[in-house]
C-alpha cells in the first residue's frame, strides 16, 4: 500500500504528500519554512521508534554500557569551528542573534520595524549556534577524556539550514543517535551492528529499505574531494526508502568518524591512541512520516505488528 500516484511528478508528489500530512494533523505549519510541529499520532509514532531504538542499544550494549545523555539544541558557536563545521558545511549552520543596544539604537530598530523594514540588521551576534549534529556537543563535553567504548545514547533537536518544499526535509529535526568512542575495532564494530540492526528494525516496520554508501554535504571545490574521499573510504552508510516512488530519501545513516573528533577534541583510550568514534542515527520524524506514507495516515488501521513494535497496540 502507498498513498503516492506513480505517474505524477515529484513536485507534486510532495505537494501531495504534505497536503495528506496537513489535512490529517500529522504536520502543524508554522511561520517558519520548513519548521513544522507534529500531531499526536505523528508524535506517538516518533516517540515509538525512539523507544525502538532504545531496545536495540540495550540488545546491542557492550561490556562497558551505554550512557543516556542530553545536550540542549544550543551551544557556543565555538562548537562548530571545533568540530569544523564552519569550515566543511557554512552552507547548512545557524547562529544566534540579539539585540544588545540602547534607547537610542532600540528608536532605530522600531522605525525600521513599523517600516516594515529588515530590523533583524539592528542584532548582534549572541556567541550561540544551533547545534547541526545530536552527537556534536558530546565530543565537547569529553574532552580530554580517556574513552573506554562506552555506547552514548542521545535523542535530541538538530538545524540545518537547508529548507525545501518536500515534507521529508526538516530544517529542524530530531535525531536518535548511538556514538561510540574507542579503538579503531569497536568504533568500526559499533557501525556495523548498528547498521544491521537499524536496517532489521525499518523492515520489521514495513519498509521497503537498503542501505547504500554516501557522503556529507562537503562545501566548496575542497568539499568535492572530500565527498568523493569518504565515498570511497566508505565512512556513511545510509538507508534509504523510496517515499516517492524512483527516488530514495536517507531516513537512518551510520558514520565511521576515524579520529576525527577524537584528535579535535583530545580523546584517546588506555593506551594513549588518538581515540576513534561511530556513530548511528534514527531521523525520527523522516522514519514515522516514511511510515505514514508506506502505512496511511490512520494508524489505529496499521498492521498489528508494526503497532506492537513501536508500543502502540
Not at 129 to 158: I, K, N, R, W
Request: proline share 5%; glycine share 10%; with cysteine.
Amino acid at each position: 500500500m502507498t498513498i503516492m500516484d506513480t505517474h505524477q511528478d515529484l513536485a507534486t508528489q510532495q505537494d501531495t504528500f504534505r497536503a495528506g500530512l496537513e489535512a490529517n494533523d500529522w504536520l502543524l505549519p508554522t511561520l517558519g519554512d520548513g519548521v513544522n510541529g507534529l500531531g499526536p499520532q505523528a508524535e506517538d509514532v516518533v516517540q515509538g521508534i525512539a523507544a525502538a531504538a532504545r531496545r536495540i542499544a540495550a540488545e546491542l550494549s557492550p561490556e562497558a554500557g551505554t550512557r543516556r545523555l542530553r545536550f540542549p539544541p544550543v551551544n557556543g558557536t565555538r562548537l562548530l569551528e571545533r568540530t569544523d563545521y564552519v569550515a566543511s558545511f557554512p552552507q547548512l549552520l545557524g547562529t544566534i542573534s540579539a539585540f544588545e543596544g540602547d534607547n537610542k539604537a532600540h528608536r532605530k530598530l522600531l522605525s525600521m520595524y513599523e517600516d516594515g523594514g529588515d530590523w533583524s540588521g539592528e542584532l548582534s551576534p549572541a556567541g550561540h549556534a544551533l547545534v547541526p549534529a545530536v552527537c556534536h556537543p558530546l565530543y565537547a563535553y569529553l574532552e580530554g577524556s580517556q574513552v573506554d567504548g562506552t555506547v552514548f545514547e542521545l535523542m535530541g533537536e538538530c538545524y540545518r539550514h537547508e529548507p525545501s518544499p518536500d515534507p521529508m526535509r526538516f530544517v529542524t529535526f530530531r535525531m536518535f543517535e548511538a556514538v561510540r568512542l574507542g579503538t579503531p575495532q569497536e568504533a568500526d564494530e559499533h557501525r556495523e551492528k548498528w547498521l544491521a540492526a537499524g536496517t532489521d528494525l525499518l523492515r520489521a516496520l514495513g519498509l521497503t529499505v537498503e542501505a547504500d554508501t554516501a557522503n556529507d554535504p562537503f562545501f566548496g571545490r575542497a568539499g568535492k574531494l572530500l565527498s568523493a574521499g569518504q565515498r570511497e573510504a566508505q565512512l556513511k552508510f545510509e538507508i534509504l526508502t523510496e517515499v516517492y516512488p524512483g527516488h530514495p530519501t536517507a531516513i537512518a545513516s551510520a558514520n565511521l568518524h576515524e579520529e576525527h573528533f577524537g584528535e579535535a577534541f583530545d580523546l584517546h583510550t588506555a593506551d594513549g591512541a588518538v581515540a576513534h568514534s561511530a556513530c548511528f542515527g534514527f531521523g525520527l520524524e523522516r522514519v514515522a512520516l516514511a511510515l505514514a506514507a508506506k502505512h496511511g495516515f490512520d494508524v489505529a488501521a496499521w498492521p498489528a505488528s508494526v503497532r506492537q513494535e513501536l508500543g502502540l497496540s
